[in-house]
Nanobody, 117 residues
Framework: QVQLVESGGGLVQPGGSLRLSCVASRIIFSINDMGWYRQAPGKQREWVATITSGRNTDYADSVKGRFTISRDNNKNTVYLQMNSLKPEDTAVYYC???????????WGQGTQVTVSS
């Protein structure tokens, strides 16, 4: 069973930055695409960013230009660098893995990001 462990969340002021990490295990990390999702209170989980096994990246319009996804295959870790944070970025952030176009159907515990003054 795939294991995904997110970390790095916290409380930050608007305009601040955070770097999230997600360690994945029980997969061949280097051949899997990785992604970040988030879920704000009272809202559905939404996709944030993807990095493919070939390191191509894609972002939701709401975070484009502010967030950067990256990966370290030696550490089985995917990162999300979040800059210029806004209150509307407040959510629980989750990572996930995709193989052959299909996202894994279970989620880790996520990491809480709160943007507030």
């Amino acid at each position: 069973q795939v294991q995904l462990v997110e970390s790095g969340g916290g409380l930050v002021q608007p305009g601040g930055s955070l770097r999230l990490s997600c360690v994945a295990s029980r997969i061949i990390f280097s051949i899997n695409d990785m992604g970040w999702y988030r879920q704000a209170p009272g809202k559905q989980r939404e996709w944030v960013a993807t990095i493919t096994s070939g390191r191509n990246t894609d972002y939701a319009d709401s975070v484009k230009g502010r967030f950067t996804i990256s990966r370290d295959n030696n550490k089985n870790t995917v990162y999300l660098q979040m800059n210029s944070l806004k209150p509307e970025d407040t959510a629980v952030y989750y990572c996930n893995t995709r193989r052959n176009g299909v996202w894994y159907n279970e989620w880790g515990q996520g990491t809480q990001v709160t943007v507030s003054s």
